[in-house]
């Protein structure tokens, strides 16, 4: 659980995370962007359940883990019209690992 996180400790966290995964991050507040060869990530770091975004054609949220499926049922309701995932962030990660973070796909659908 990030219980003692901030929302600015959550968003330089989601920057951590994607610069570790070869995007190069913009640095803006709130909504930024996260980018890699043609792939060009909305990435939304929430402590909360957002309304849910329209635009972009790949969306990241990054939220705490207690967040996470509240947000995960939310999406799957609303059926957003681009691909999504959510990074389920952790208090600390602990040394040596990935991070801290849980990726969490919406179910596949094959007809898409």
């Given amino acids: 659980m990030v219980s003692g996180t901030t929302t600015e400790n959550l968003h330089e966290r989601a920057k951590t995370i994607f610069r570790g995964l070869g995007y190069d ?23 909360d359940v957002p309304e849910t975004p329209t635009g972009g054609d790949l969306r990241c949220f990054v939220t705490p883990e207690d967040t996470a499926d509240s947000l995960r049922e939310k999406l799957l309701a609303d059926k957003p019209d681009y691909d999504w995932a959510i990074l389920s962030v952790t208090d600390a990660p602990a040394a040596g690992t990935d991070g801290g973070y849980d990726v969490i796909h919406p179910p596949q659908d094959p007809l898409r």
């Fill in 25 to 47: 991050v913009t640095d803006a507040a709130g909504e930024f962007r996260a980018e890699r060869d043609w792939k060009t990530v909305f990435v939304n770091p929430t402590r």
